[in-house]
């Protein structure tokens, strides 16, 4: 290598970055023509005439130029200096939501520091909720299944009366079972509304209450002695074994089976034939809704479940007694004989070409309509020889209803009807 090459690397090498070799070639600093050079510009505030300023200054912290102190954000007149919320400068969002001054919205709910805090809902010192806090809702089954309830009472039958079951207990477990009720003729109704409604009503066919230890309606307790009902009071564990729920009440009617007919004979009628209802909530709500809008009575076909089952009674809410009705009939022979008393026999269907509205009134005087099973409606058959098909107008995105909810547009249709023939 050269000595010229030599000399070119060693310059490189040592070299600082930003550092020319041509000092004299540097390009001098511009003057503005009165001695000022970068960063002599006045502070924020301004200065006194003749008097240089840069970016820092020897003057005091917290003293203006003239020497005055100088007042800090938040420090309004004396204290120790430290910040002060209530005599910071009001700014927009200073003030809480409902609490205006002058009149004007939000004062009827008070300050905290003049009256107690009232929230919306008028509740003193309650907290206010900008949102009200998610709520998942828990569904919890309270039936006894039929099978449960029968192996329940089983097991009773084949425990030895040392066991703490007496005979008039082993009575009553087998009642909560289908056979059982059928057998002895008698059947439970189970919850505070239930049995005051067998008490009121049906004072007859009561043959006693039965109240858990800790039971303590006093009105109820009061109505049952004025009637002259014997009450037992059961331990906790053996209100529980005859009960149908699974949390309990705490008070059981013991009633003999009963139950009052239709007359056909009637000169304006409105009959419902139950054609194989199995839900026994279904069915207790067909009883409440006939006893709502005045129907005559109930005709339950073979295949529906028995009207005494504790299920119903707690869906009518006791009041099934109050509608005439008969159970385990031959439909096919009651349309024949309803027909012959001068019923029209009128089947819902979702192929019909008219409404109930639609039939001509002098056909609607005495009136018998079907109602189907939960799942697989109507019986075709009952459909084929009924004397009217009728559909319940609704939207197409419908395909059907709950055999409960259609039995009350047709029972609110049917009371109508009947009240413009009189």
């Known amino acids: 290598m050269s000595e010229e090459n030599k000399r070119t690397v060693r310059s490189t090498l040592t070299r600082k970055f930003g550092v020319s070799e041509k000092k004299d070639e540097r390009r001098p600093r511009k003057d503005d023509g009165e001695g000022k050079k970068f960063g002599d510009r006045p502070t924020f505030g301004g200065r006194s005439d003749g008097e240089r300023a840069g970016f820092r200054s020897d003057r005091p912290r917290g003293l203006r130029e003239d020497g005055s102190k100088r007042e800090e954000f938040g420090r309004r007149g004396e204290g120790d200096g430290r910040f002060d919320r209530e005599r910071r400068p009001r700014r927009f969002g200073d003030r809480p939501f409902g609490r205006r ?10 300050k905290r520091g003049d009256r ?24 919890v089954d309270e039936n006894i299944d039929e099978a449960a309830l029968e192996a329940r009472a089983a097991q009773a039958e084949t425990a030895p009366e040392s066991a703490g079951n007496p005979p008039w207990f082993r009575k009553l477990l087998a009642i909560t079972t289908e056979k059982g009720r059928e057998r002895e003729g008698r059947f439970l109704g189970e919850g505070v509304h239930v049995v005051d409604e067998l008490v009121t009503k049906h004072r007859e066919i009561v ?37 149908s729920t699974v949390t309990t009440q705490g008070i059981i009617a013991h009633c003999r089976i009963a139950n009052t007919k239709p007359v056909y004979e009637a000169s304006r009628s409105v009959i419902t034939l139950v054609d194989a209802v199995q839900d026994p909530g279904n069915l207790g709500t067909l009883f409440r809704t006939s006893l709502g809008f005045g129907s005559n009575g109930m005709v339950l076909g073979r295949g529906t479940v028995s009207p005494f089952n504790p299920k119903v009674v707690r869906g009518s809410s006791g009041t ?103």
């Open 101 to 110: 001054e002058g009149g004007r919205f939000g004062d009827r709910f008070g």
């Open 116 to 139: 107690p805090f009232r929230s919306f809902d008028g509740a003193e010192n309650a907290p206010v909720y900008r949102q009200r806090p998610e709520q998942k809702e828990t569904v």
């Open 207 to 243: 043959i006693a209450i039965y109240v858990a230890e800790d039971f303590e309606n006093e009105a109820l307790i009061e109505k049952i002695n004025d009637a002259d009902i014997t009450i037992h009071v059961l331990e906790a564990d053996k209100m529980k074994q005859i009960s």
């Open 320 to 422: 099934f007694l109050r509608v005439p009705f008969e159970f385990d009939i031959d439909l096919i022979d009651h349309i024949n004989f309803l027909r012959s008393k001068g019923y029209t026999i009128i089947a819902t269907d979702l192929h019909a070409k008219q409404t109930l509205r639609d039939i001509p009134a002098r056909k609607l005087r005495k009136m018998a309509f079907l109602v189907g099973n939960e799942g697989a409606g109507t019986n075709p058959y009952f459909i084929e020889i009924a004397d009217e098909t009728v559909k319940i107008p609704m939207s197409s995105e419908l395909e059907s209803l709950n055999v409960s909810v259609a039995h009350g547009i047709l029972s609110y249709e049917a009371a109508q009807i009947q009240e413009e023939l009189k």
